[in-house]
């Protein structure tokens, strides 16, 4: 499995990602490997951003942050000078045992998708 935090649905990044990974389902589910986004939005504003986009994967919404902090991605964030809590954009690869086999902290969008999947075709 492949589960990755997003800070928001409907952002430039956000979306990039997102697209990237629909676009990428089909590989990863050759491999039986499923695709997760989680953020703090909620389940309908997740549909709608599914819908705007045509995404294909899954959205868990996790509006109490409960997962998110689990994770350890919900974190103090700074934006010019402005500081706030938001979700660190990263991304955890989960062999079939259920173990973490690879976790991406502070993730960079482009070329992501393809990251995760090459990792991923190591697994199986």
């Given at each position: 499995m492949v589960l990755y935090a997003y800070p928001k649905d409907d952002t430039s990044g956000c979306t990039a990602?997102?697209?990237d990974f629909t676009t990428l389902k089909p590989a990863f589910e050759q491999k039986g490997i499923t695709v997760?986004?989680?953020?703090?939005?909620?389940?309908?504003?997740?549909?709608?951003?599914?819908q705007k986009h045509g995404l294909d994967v899954d959205l868990i919404a996790d509006e109490e942050?409960?997962?998110?902090?689990?994770?350890g991605v919900w974190k103090?964030?700074?934006?010019?000078?402005?500081?706030?809590?938001?979700?660190?954009?990263?991304?955890?690869?989960?062999?079939?045992?259920?173990?973490?086999?690879?976790?991406?902290?502070?993730?960079?969008?482009?070329?992501h998708a393809q990251e995760v999947l090459a990792a991923a075709e190591q697994l199986v």
């Open positions: 990602q997102a697209v997760v986004g989680i953020s703090p939005d909620s389940a309908k504003k997740h549909d709608k951003f599914k942050k409960t997962t998110l902090q689990a994770l103090e964030k700074s934006m010019y000078g402005r500081k706030y809590m938001g979700v660190e954009r990263s991304t955890f690869l989960i062999d079939k045992d259920g173990r973490l086999a690879q976790i991406w902290r502070k993730v960079s969008v482009p070329g």
